[in-house]
Structure formats: structure tokens, C-alpha cells
């Protein structure tokens, strides 16, 4: 027998995620990606990023950027490299649906586990887990990891127990950065062959 799940009545929609209101929520418009059907690409694609030229770095949170490398709009997962100064940190979230990890440089971890991953170091993360990403104070130079998400992403508004606070996914970073390239006057439509 499946579960049922009632509707929640008076939620609480504030965010704490122990960033002092620095964690963006995302407000999109669709869920869509802006194609016709006929123009998104179900081929094999490379894309290049470069950690070098600040413009491609999309901001994220408070001290963390991310480059695109995929926007799966079947899934709604997607693949960033994500960068972030020592001592900064994305909010607790849930994630709906597995992640790899490979870090390439710096040092960061969950405040959940204790673990610490340092460049070369892969994870591997089941759907269903909480927990909160710290780029360690003591990390030499800006943590920069590959994430390859199967799914979106919940945003806690408190560590444990907590609450929803927002929703992310591959249309809501899809969204997201092609708002940073319009500002950035970078061109846009070089987005569309990173939709998948």
C-alpha cells in the first residue's frame, strides 16, 4: 500500500539557513526551457568551461559561483562546477535524486559527515540525504568540485526537521544564468546547446 500525504496548512516559508538571509531563492517564471522541442538537442555535446574569465562564474550564494555544464530538462537534475571562497556555504538541502562529485581543488564538506574532500577526492550521494556545504576555512585556494545532480534540490529553512524554503533544479539554473549572461552582456543562446 502507497502512503498518503496530506496537504500542509500554515507553513512557515522563512529561510534560515544559517547564512543571515544571504542565500538566494530562485523565483522563476516556467518550467520550461524556452525551446521548441525540435531545437533541443538529444545528441552527445562537449562543453568547455574556463575557471579563469570571472564573467562565466553565475552567482550563487554569498562567496559561491557556478559554471553550467548541462541543463537535463528530463530530469530536472543538471551538471555545475561550483566554486566557493574558504569559509563560505550553501544552505542545508534534500536532494531528490543522486549525486557525483569530483573536486578538483580546494577543500570542502558536509557539516553532517566528517569527511573531508580535497582535489582528486570522488563522492557518491543517494537521493534522500540532508546536509549543509562548507568550503573549510582552512582550504588553500577556492574549492572548485563537479556536480553531476540526477534531480533538484530542496532547501531547508533549518538544519534539522526543517521546512521548505526553496526548490532548485535544472530550469530554475537554467533561468538563473541566462539572467547573470544577460547582465553580463554575454550571449545567451550559446545556453541552448547546454540543454539536454
Same mark, same amino acid.
Given at each position: 500500500?502507497?502512503?498518503?500525504?496530506?496537504?500542509? @496548512?500554515?507553513?512557515?516559508?522563512?529561510?534560515?539557513?544559517?547564512?543571515?538571509?544571504?542565500?538566494?531563492?530562485?523565483?522563476?517564471?516556467?518550467?520550461?526551457?524556452?525551446?521548441?522541442?525540435?531545437?533541443?538537442?538529444?545528441?552527445?555535446?562537449?562543453?568547455?568551461?574556463?575557471?579563469?574569465?570571472?564573467?562565466?562564474?553565475?552567482? $550563487?550564494?554569498?562567496?559561491?559561483?557556478?559554471?553550467?555544464?548541462?541543463?537535463?530538462?528530463?530530469?530536472?537534475?543538471?551538471?555545475?562546477?561550483? @566554486?566557493?571562497?574558504?569559509?563560505?556555504?550553501? /544552505?542545508?538541502?534534500?536532494?531528490?535524486?543522486?549525486?557525483?562529485?569530483?573536486?578538483?581543488?580546494?577543500?570542502?564538506?558536509?557539516?553532517?559527515?566528517?569527511?573531508?574532500?580535497?582535489?582528486? +577526492? $570522488?563522492?557518491?550521494?543517494?537521493?534522500? *540525504?540532508?546536509?549543509?556545504?562548507?568550503?573549510?576555512?582552512?582550504?588553500?585556494?577556492?574549492?572548485?568540485?563537479?556536480?553531476?545532480? /540526477?534531480?533538484?534540490?530542496? $532547501?531547508?529553512? @533549518?538544519?534539522?526537521? /526543517?521546512?521548505?524554503?526553496? $526548490? *532548485?533544479?535544472?530550469? +530554475?539554473?537554467?533561468?538563473? +544564468?541566462? @539572467?547573470?549572461?544577460?547582465?553580463?552582456?554575454?550571449?545567451?543562446?550559446?545556453?541552448?546547446?547546454?540543454?539536454?
Amino acid at each position: 500500500m502507497l502512503p498518503t500525504f496530506q496537504a500542509a @496548512k500554515n507553513i512557515d516559508a522563512t529561510f534560515d539557513s544559517g547564512l543571515d538571509g544571504q542565500m538566494p531563492i530562485t523565483a522563476f517564471s516556467n518550467f520550461t526551457d524556452g525551446l521548441e522541442p525540435n531545437r533541443r538537442s538529444r545528441e552527445h555535446f562537449i562543453t568547455n568551461t574556463n575557471l579563469d574569465d570571472d564573467r562565466l562564474w553565475v552567482p $550563487y550564494a554569498n562567496g559561491v559561483w557556478f559554471q553550467p555544464c548541462c541543463f537535463n530538462v528530463t530530469s530536472g537534475g543538471f551538471s555545475v562546477v561550483l @566554486k566557493g571562497l574558504p569559509g563560505s556555504m550553501v /544552505g542545508t538541502h534534500y536532494h531528490v535524486g543522486t549525486v557525483h562529485g569530483y573536486t578538483m581543488r580546494g577543500h570542502w564538506r558536509y557539516l553532517e559527515h566528517d569527511w573531508i574532500a580535497k582535489p582528486g +577526492t $570522488y563522492i557518491y550521494e543517494p537521493a534522500g *540525504e540532508a546536509h549543509t556545504l562548507v568550503i573549510t576555512e582552512d582550504s588553500p585556494e577556492p574549492m572548485i568540485t563537479l556536480f553531476v545532480v /540526477g534531480g533538484g534540490l530542496v $532547501y531547508l529553512d @533549518k538544519a534539522v526537521n /526543517g521546512g521548505f524554503a526553496a $526548490y *532548485e533544479d535544472g530550469f +530554475t539554473l537554467l533561468e538563473l +544564468t541566462r @539572467k547573470h549572461y544577460r547582465e553580463a552582456g554575454l550571449d545567451v543562446t550559446k545556453l541552448d546547446a547546454l540543454i539536454r
